[in-house]
């Protein structure tokens, strides 16, 4: 790979240089006004190599970077070099300071490193700062033991090298502190502060309380060791052009991020990349934030952000919303379908309706004023190979504007807002996602589910493919919209749309498992456009009253069931064939009346009896049973011979998209003499059709 190698930077001469140090312990700090985020780039078309720092990549290598190459083997020590090797010795005693070696000036607590070399550094300064001003050099700082508190500046102030090294000496503890206020855009503002690339590595401990931002470098951050425990007012760790993390052990309590990146100017720039480490983020804002690409290959995390799902903001304004409760109070109940008489229910004459009857919940697709609360979060992607992850987010838990990727990993999220949201397309390939809590549980533009294990809870949706646009009235299509299911395993339980696309719903495989909403105004399955299957094995089980059923042209034979009355959660659902050998035996875990199974063991022209209630022998998994088991004890609800795709028992609605006008299928709530009467809920009320309800493109099966 090639590589625009970093180089050295055109500076000031040492003596004008000098005169603008920072100070501290009572002497004014004046910034370098010639300082800026660029600085650190006036050279990067230069061709000259180094050895300890990974070059920036060109947008065009950005695909294919190799994300091992940002550390380099200086990088990755763990042992601090031997005595023989350290060029200075610096020993603090509270208001001054003591040095052995060459390139070292101090003046009171003021200790600045003028070349290159290595420097061990021990002791206790009560209100002073090391500062690096060593221009084009490579400047190891070893901490044994050292203690700096500094009232007006960083601790260790990076103002010009080539590249830092912070190295933790084996079993050390170390302690920076700073209580300063920024100046302007371009001060100092955290406690360890470099314009230059930095690295923390080694093994041993530093805990650091800022008023400011814990860590921050105007180049690249990277940490290969140690434990850092961090309080800061700010961010806890960032880094410019990117920040990188292959181990330690990090503590983070932040009042902003707590680990990001903020290039947005390169494209190839502003990512985060984590290989491993041990990590506890709690943040007010993002836990981690990466202006461009979040990639994490390993580690175990521990991320809470905004304090929490409980303290989301997030809320739900439907005209008709998901619990079936109408945006207004005064509304009379409009009574049971034989109170109608052929009049309509009346309305009250104080009902004002909204200008658009559309879903208007907050937005986590946009940009706005208010403080971004996520918990993983990257702009252009975020990608997760392998970890183990559990996220708490008062906003979405993982976010991304482009695309999330999922191949590997234990991920366990609870969210204010969505589990995982991208604007653009979410892939889960491998892994084990866990949504404990969220308001949608997957959101995305172009959702496919290719392996592993989802298992989810959702207020709303369960799994929601939406571009964004508006869904008012009956719905609008969109045709760069799809949600696909090709292999894994899903288990999804949602007070909304189990399975809800504004486009087509497409599943070739997997087991998919929807214990869907109980309330009239939400289906299992929702499709703007058509629902194919043609593989996998599909159970959803939900409210009747909006149920869809698959589409006629898929290529896997399928049954929709509406039942008579609602049935109890945990009631026994078994489909068996013509020899009385069970084909599917599955228990919902929420009430429910109506069910749609779709299995490749059903066959063209052979009959097949669905039975409710009873009990089983055999063990079961997210209420699938092991067949073999059903004592044949429950109620024949209905026989059918399979064709044409999709298969009925019971009553259907409209908006099943099977609807059959014959007597064997006598026209559901049309009632087989086409008299209409509207959806009800549990208790006979008439359900009003929400938001939700898009189906005029359903076809009904001939």
């Known amino acids: 790979m090639n590589y625009f190698f970093k180089t050295a930077l055109s500076f000031l001469t040492l003596a004008a240089v000098s005169a603008n140090f920072t100070s501290c312990g009572g002497k004014i700090f004046q910034p370098e006004e010639n300082l800026s985020d660029n600085q650190t780039e006036t050279a990067e078309n230069s061709s000259v190599e180094e050895t300890d720092s990974v070059s920036k990549l060109s947008s065009a290598e950005k695909d294919s970077r190799n ?111 700073c209580n300063m206020a920024v100046l302007d855009a371009q001060s100092p503002d955290a406690c360890i502060f470099s314009n230059d690339s930095l690295t923390i590595n080694g093994e041993g401990t530093l805990n650091i309380e800022s008023s400011l931002d814990g860590i921050h470098s105007k180049d690249d951050v990277v940490i290969t060791g140690g434990i850092l425990n961090i309080n800061s007012e700010g961010d806890g760790i960032k880094g410019k052009d990117y920040t990188a993390v292959c181990g330690g052990n990090f503590v983070i309590n932040a009042k902003e991020d707590g680990i990001k990146s903020t290039d947005k100017n390169d494209e190839s720039m502003g990512f985060v990349y984590i290989k491993g480490g041990e990590f506890e983020i709690n943040s007010q804002q993002d836990g981690i934030q990466a202006e461009t690409d979040l990639i994490i290959d390993g580690g175990n995390f521990s991320v809470i952000s905004g304090g929490g799902f409980e303290n989301s903001t997030k809320t739900h304004d439907n005209f008709y919303d998901f619990k079936g409760n109408f945006g207004f109070e005064n509304m009379e109940p409009p009574g049971k379908p034989g109170d109608f008489n052929g009049e309509p229910p009346s309305i009250p004459n104080n009902f004002e309706p909204p200008e658009i009857m559309q879903t208007a919940v907050s937005d986590s697709n946009s940009e706005t004023s208010e403080t971004s609360k996520k918990g993983l979060k990257g702009n252009n992607s975020v990608e997760i190979n392998d970890c183990t992850l559990t996220v708490d987010s008062a906003d979405d838990a993982i976010h991304s504007n482009g695309s999330v990727i999922i191949s590997g990993g234990n991920i366990t999220l609870s969210a204010g807002d969505d589990g995982i949201h991208s604007d653009l397309n979410v892939s889960v390939n491998d892994g084990v996602v866990e949504i404990l809590q969220s308001y949608e549980g997957i959101e995305g533009a172009s959702i496919n589910v290719n392996g592993g294990l989802v298992k989810l809870c959702a207020n709303d949706d369960g799994f929601n493919a939406s571009d964004g646009t508006p869904q008012e009235g009956l719905g609008t299509y969109s045709d760069n919209v799809e949600l696909n299911f090709n292999g894994g395993t899903v288990y999804v339980d949602a007070d909304g749309d189990g399975l809800d696309s504004n486009d087509d719903l497409l599943i070739n495989g997997g087991t998919i498992i929807v214990n869907g909403p109980t309330n009239g105004g939400n289906g299992a399955l929702d499709s703007n456009n058509k629902i194919i299957i043609n593989g996998g094995l599909l159970l959803a089980a939900g409210s009747s009253q909006m149920a869809e059923s698959p589409d006629k042209d898929s290529q896997q034979n399928s049954l929709s069931a509406s039942l008579d009355s609602v049935q109890q959660a945990e009631t026994l659902v078994t489909l068996c064939n013509e020899d009385n050998k069970e084909i599917i035996c599955f228990m919902p875990s929420k009430n429910f009346d109506h069910i749609v199974i779709s299995s490749p063991e059903i066959k063209n022209g052979y009959s097949y009896t669905l039975y409710l209630g009873g009990t089983s022998d055999s063990s079961q998994s997210y209420g699938i049973f092991d067949n073999g088991g059903f004592n044949f004890d429950g109620t024949s609800v209905g026989t059918f011979i399979a064709e044409n795709s999709i298969s009925f028992i019971g009553q259907h609605s409209a908006m099943s998209g099977g609807f059959k006008n014959d007597g064997a299928h006598s026209g559901g709530k049309f009632g087989g003499n086409g008299d209409f009467q509207p959806p009800t809920d549990e208790n006979g009320e008439p359900m009003i059709p929400d938001s939700d309800f898009r189906h005029e493109r359903r076809e009904f099966a001939e």
């Open 67 to 177: 994300y091992d190459a940002l550390f380099s083997d200086r990088d990755m020590q763990k042992n601090i070099p031997d005595e023989n090797d350290i060029d200075g010795n610096i020993i603090l005693k509270n208001t001054s300071a003591k040095a052995e070696g060459t390139g070292i000036q101090i003046d009171g607590s003021q200790i600045n490193i003028t070349q290159e070399g290595i420097y061990k550094i021990s002791g206790t300064l009560d209100d002073g700062q090391i500062i690096v001003n060593a221009p084009d050099a490579k400047v190891q700082l070893i901490l044994d033991g050292a203690n700096i508190k500094c009232s007006d500046a960083p601790p260790i102030y990076g103002e010009y090298s080539d590249k830092i090294f912070i190295s933790l000496a084996q079993n050390s503890v170390n302690f920076l502190t």
